[in-house]
């Protein structure tokens, strides 16, 4: 993991953020760690929170289904345009 301080983080903050796109990154203040930053992505997952969805094909409504259908249907013609 990587470890800057909080004068790295006001001086060198692109530098810092694009070490956050490879893992967390310690942040550390006085010799000691303190902050722990990690992209918004990490930290929903580690909290339990996610925008993905599961259905049931049981419980779906037909316009659910539909859409379903359409979407797969539609990777089934990007792949088809992609082999070409």
Known sequence: MKTYTLT?????????VEAAHDGPV???SRGRRKYVLMTAERY?????????????????????????????DALIEQAEKDDE
């Open 8 to 16: 790295d983080l006001g001086n060198k903050s692109g530098e810092v």
């Open 26 to 28: 310690d942040i550390t």
């Open 44 to 72: 929903d997952r580690l909290a339990g929170r996610t925008t993905q969805k599961a259905y049931s094909i049981n419980t779906m409504t037909e316009a659910e289904v539909d859409e379903l259908l359409a979407g797969l």
